[in-house]
């Protein structure tokens, strides 16, 4: 079922080598359906490597180097995870330059599997309430937040979601918040 719930919202998303790749895939097809501008970031251009668990996947082409993303030209931001791919970015500077603009902004932040390393690596999970995979709920903990096993969790303006069978819950849940944002800022710019 397609629907315009997004059109015109800008995503970006943002990935390194080593992302699971379902958690690309399928969020981005959700968010495509949804008529949002999807646009792959990642520190290096050309392409960045997706896996399946442990297997090589399929290569994605790099929209733009993720040191040159101005979070002003984004609305959301999609986090997918894999451990290679999160453990990466959340040491990389320009992701913690451009994640907590899009926080600054309190514009929505999408998450699943390994991806809130990051947000944990960045200083911003004080006081949220977060899912993942189930290995990093003490880092969360550690970091002030709240962690639950649930398929997903929405905490302002966050949506967070633990694995690759959780993704339609996930895209339901992602799409959701984009779209309340999307009329939030309407109503505001009105």
């Not at 359906?33 to 646009?39: R, S």
């Not at 977060?130 to 303006?157: C, H, P």
């Amino acid at each position: 079922m397609a629907t315009k719930r997004l059109q015109g919202m800008q995503v970006a998303i943002s990935v390194t080598n080593g992302f699971e790749q379902a958690e690309l895939e399928g969020p981005r097809k959700a968010l495509d359906d949804a008529e949002a501008t999807t646009l792959v970031i990642a520190p290096e251009s050309r392409t960045a490597q997706g896996m399946n668990h442990n297997d090589k996947g399929d290569e994605f082409t790099v929209g733009e180097v993720l040191a040159d993303a101005n979070a002003e030209q984004f609305d959301a931001v999609l986090l997918p995870g894999g451990v290679v791919n999160a453990d990466t970015l959340r040491m990389n500077p320009a992701a913690h330059r451009f994640v907590p603009s899009m926080q600054a902004e309190s514009k929505p932040i999408a998450m699943i599997c390994h991806a809130p390393w990051l947000l944990v690596s960045s200083g911003l999970m004080k006081g949220r309430h977060i899912t993942s995979y189930y290995t990093l709920q003490d880092d969360i903990r550690n970091a002030g937040g709240k962690w639950s096993d649930q398929e997903t969790v929405v905490d302002q303006n966050w949506v967070s979601s633990r694995k690759p069978d959780d993704i339609p819950a996930f895209n339901k849940a992602m799409v959701q918040l984009f779209a309340q944002s999307q009329e939030k800022a309407r109503k505001a710019g009105a």
